[in-house]
């Protein structure tokens, strides 16, 4: 396995417990960064063609964890990708190097009482199905979350906050890692040639968040917003 010095800011990596909103999370990072999004599990379950608690119950949890290994260092040396991981993938000191040399890696950490509620129904977690789910989450927690602090380049806190605040909170501390997009980018102006009547459009990603553009461009009393945020 070949691991590179330089910290790619190309490569996101999400990490973080079971129900901590990494593949939502990581889906929306993408869309807005116009970067590839990859789940470690899902690509897993498209190699091999079954699921998880297949793959746990034929080759056990190290099976698995073989698996994951490999995806991960294939994962990893794709350009401009934002990866989704299991919760599990920072047990192996490999995985852990391969993830902080390789790329930005964003922990997502979310209180164990949070996770139980968020995964209490879930069947396709076998390290969950357990007589006491809530007890098994705290202890994985107890025993993971050091090693997630220690992989981290970036801790979120997550907490109640929904899959959308996250995602600001993580664009906002990497935009000093990513190059910025430039400012003729960031809005366009359309002209709707009404005579009297004529009114400006203006168009552009995240602009809600930049007051300092939109403002000074607000000639009416009336404005409507249309967003998707
Ligand atoms: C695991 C988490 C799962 C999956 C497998 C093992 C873990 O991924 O990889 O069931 O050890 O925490 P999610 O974190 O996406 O649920």
Same mark, same amino acid.
């Given at each position: 396995?070949?691991?590179?010095?330089?910290?790619?800011?190309?490569?996101?990596?999400?990490?973080g417990m079971m129900g901590a909103g990494k593949t939502t999370v990581g889906k929306e990072l993408a869309r807005r960064r116009k970067l590839r999004f990859?789940?470690?599990?899902?690509?897993?379950?498209?190699?091999?063609?079954?699921?998880?608690?297949?793959?746990?119950?034929?080759?056990?949890?190290?099976?698995? %964890?073989?698996?994951?290994?490999?995806?991960?260092?294939?994962?990893?040396?794709?350009?401009?990708?934002?990866? !989704?991981?299991?919760?599990?993938?920072?047990?192996?000191?490999?995985? %852990?190097?391969?993830? %902080?040399?390789?790329?930005?890696?964003?922990?997502l950490n979310v209180p164990p009482q949070i996770l139980y509620e968020r995964t209490r129904h879930? %069947?396709?977690?076998?390290?969950?199905?357990?007589?006491?789910?809530?007890?098994?989450?705290?202890?994985?927690?107890?025993?993971?979350?050091?090693l997630y602090r220690e992989v981290a380049h970036l801790i979120i806190e997550g907490g109640r906050g929904n899959p959308g605040t996250m995602v600001r909170m993580i664009e906002n501390a990497l935009q000093k890692l990513w190059p910025a997009e430039p400012e003729d980018e960031l809005m366009r102006t359309l002209n709707v040639a009404l005579g009297e009547r004529a009114y400006p459009i203006h168009i552009g990603r995240?602009?809600?968040?930049?007051?300092?553009?939109?403002?000074?461009?607000?000639?009416?009393?009336?404005? !409507?917003?249309?967003?998707?945020?």
């Open positions: 396995i070949w691991i590179s010095g330089e910290l790619r800011v190309s490569c996101l990596i999400l990490i990859a789940d470690c599990d899902h690509e897993i379950i498209a190699r091999t063609g079954v699921s998880i608690p297949t793959i746990f119950e034929i080759e056990g949890e190290e099976g698995f %964890r073989r698996r994951e290994t490999h995806m991960m260092d294939e994962l990893t040396q794709e350009p401009d990708i934002v990866i !989704a991981t299991g919760g599990g993938v920072v047990l192996s000191p490999l995985n %852990r190097e391969l993830m %902080r040399t390789r790329g930005v890696v964003v922990y879930d %069947r396709n977690r076998p390290l969950l199905q357990v007589d006491n789910p809530r007890q098994r989450i705290e202890e994985l927690f107890q025993q993971r979350d050091p995240g602009l809600l968040e930049r007051a300092d553009l939109i403002l000074p461009q607000l000639k009416t009393k009336r404005v !409507a917003i249309v967003t998707n945020d």
